[in-house]
């Protein structure tokens, strides 16, 4: 198995320019989460999905963060327009069924927002 | 919050060495996680207990759970170079949701 994939491994862009991260889960997991890890708050988790449904949204930190998952094998998370402080390692886990309690992590998304 | 806080924060010992970590957490859990993460990469999971559950061994590993203190300890043993890492605690904040801590870096040296 491949694991989760993550794209790009690393992003450079200029503030205000839109980002958008993406995420392949696992096949056959039907849970996904989009974390964001920081030196100064860890890791925090953004939004959760289950069976393609955002089920939990609180932890995007405002409107200009969204994310979607047209389907049990692809969710993207995108930021517009994007800020230095949003800066940061943003990671994206699957799990295999509901009631399962181990995430699988891919291996992030470094971000650097100019 | 009823994020983990591990302690201690960074820890440095001899190959060979015994390593222990612990996680303090605030509120009532049903079960508890570590996770390992090497540098540049995803979190990988360790091992899981559950609340009803005090000890649990996974090779070199054991992790015990004294849930009147709130607390959790991960004992590595035998360290090895390439146990390096930071490792994470993650509590259940409900059916899906974990809550990290903010992770102790340990670092064996050769």
């Not at chain 1, 974390?35 to 988790?45: D, H, I, K, P, W």
């Not at chain 1, 069976?51 to 409107?63: A, L, R, T």
């Amino acid at each position: 198995d491949a694991g989760v994939i993550q794209s790009p491994r690393h992003e450079v862009t200029e503030m205000g320019q839109e980002v958008t991260l993406r995420c392949k889960p696992i096949s056959g997991h039907n849970s996904l989460f989009w974390y964001r890890q920081t030196m100064m708050r860890g890791l925090e988790l953004l939004i959760y999905f289950n069976n393609n449904v955002p089920i939990d949204d609180s932890g995007m930190p405002e409107d200009r963060f969204s994310a979607k998952m047209p389907n049990a094998s692809f969710s993207t998370l995108k930021i517009q327009p994007s800020e230095p402080r949003d800066s940061a390692v943003y990671f994206c886990a699957s799990r295999p069924v509901t009631g399962s309690d181990t995430q699988y992590f891919g291996p992030g998304t470094r971000l650097t927002v100019l | 919050s009823q994020q983990g806080e591990e302690d201690p924060q960074a820890l440095s010992i001899q190959e060979g060495e015994n390593a222990t970590m612990n996680c303090s957490y605030k509120t009532s859990i049903n079960n508890l996680q570590w996770y390992r993460q090497n540098s540049g990469r995803g979190l990988v999971h360790l091992i899981l207990i559950r609340s009803n559950e005090r000890e649990k061994h996974s090779g070199r590993l054991r992790v015990t759970l004294d849930t009147s203190k709130k607390s959790s300890s991960l004992l590595i043993t035998a360290s090895r170079a390439a146990d390096t890492a930071s490792y994470f605690c993650a509590t259940d904040a409900g059916t899906y949701k974990y809550i990290f801590g903010t992770g102790t870096r340990l670092k064996v040296l050769a």
